[in-house]
């Protein structure tokens, strides 16, 4: 059994930056496919990034591109979402979730995950 603990969240103005963490626990971190979803009040859960359990790919819904960036550490059982010029509508709930597969590919889909983190709070305030 797969456990991932998220960290990172907090209070920022808008402009500013934070780094969420996601450590997984329990299984070998190498060939799990990983993701970032959020959710806001009263909205359904979406998808953030997403990637391979190379690193060598990558998906972004088309709002964080260019601000949002997810990457790996194998090593560290960990991944990142770095998260710059954060706007109001980036406030929500950051859940990090996680396959395994035998495939590198940032699954898009929250159907795709088998494990998911408790989530972080994110507030960008204006």
């Known amino acids: 059994q797969v456990q991932l603990v998220e960290s990172g969240g907090g209070l920022v103005q808008a402009g500013g930056s934070l780094r969420l963490s996601c450590v997984a626990s329990?299984?070998?971190?190498?060939?799990?496919?990983m993701g970032w979803f959020r959710q806001a009040p009263g909205k359904e859960r979406e998808f953030v990034a997403a990637?391979?359990?190379?690193?060598?790919?990558?998906s972004y819904t088309d709002s964080v591109k260019g601000r949002f960036t997810i990457s790996i550490d194998n090593a560290k059982n960990t991944v990142y979402l770095q998260m710059n010029s954060l706007k109001p509508e980036d406030t929500a709930v950051y859940y990090c979730?996680?396959?395994?597969?035998?495939?590198?590919?940032?699954?898009?889909?929250?159907?795709?995950?088998?494990?998911w983190g408790q989530g972080t709070q994110v507030t960008v305030s204006s």
């Open positions: 329990g299984r070998t971190y190498n060939s799990y496919n």
């Open positions: 990637i391979g359990w190379s690193g060598g790919v990558t």
């Open positions: 979730a996680g396959t395994y597969s035998s495939s590198s590919y940032a699954y898009t889909s929250s159907s795709a995950y088998a494990y």
